[in-house]
């Protein structure tokens, strides 16, 4: 018996098809693009390892595997984007970074880095994108 669920999410807390995941999809669309621009290659997007959790993006840095958590926020919301990659989160991510690497092949020369695109969409006008490397 399947229990119905108003709240827009997977049923893991992730967002769904609903506004929250409408505003997550095109948040990641724009961090793809600002890290492509940045002259990074995405490699893969919304990597998910089983009930672990998911990479936003996976990309590659010249020599280096990044995996990038992004967070979007509208304009006014209680909490900037980037406040939310806590150092639980940020040893999580580097943990699927193990999974993904151990699926795809090994360690890079470069290492691993983790980053954070934070994208804030105000009521008019452009988002603000702020991409920050090497959190973790």
Known sequence: MSKARGDNTRGNGAPGNGARGALGKYGEELAARRLAEAGMTVLERNWRCGRTGEIDIVARDGDALVVCEVKTRR??????????VTTTKAERLRGLAERWLQEHGGSPPGGVRIDVVGVVLP??????????????
Not at 75 to 84: R, W
């Open 75 to 84: 304009a006014g919301a209680f909490e900037h984007p980037m406040a939310a």
């Open 123 to 136: 009521a008019r006008g452009a988002p603000v994108v702020e991409h920050v490397r090497g959190v973790a």
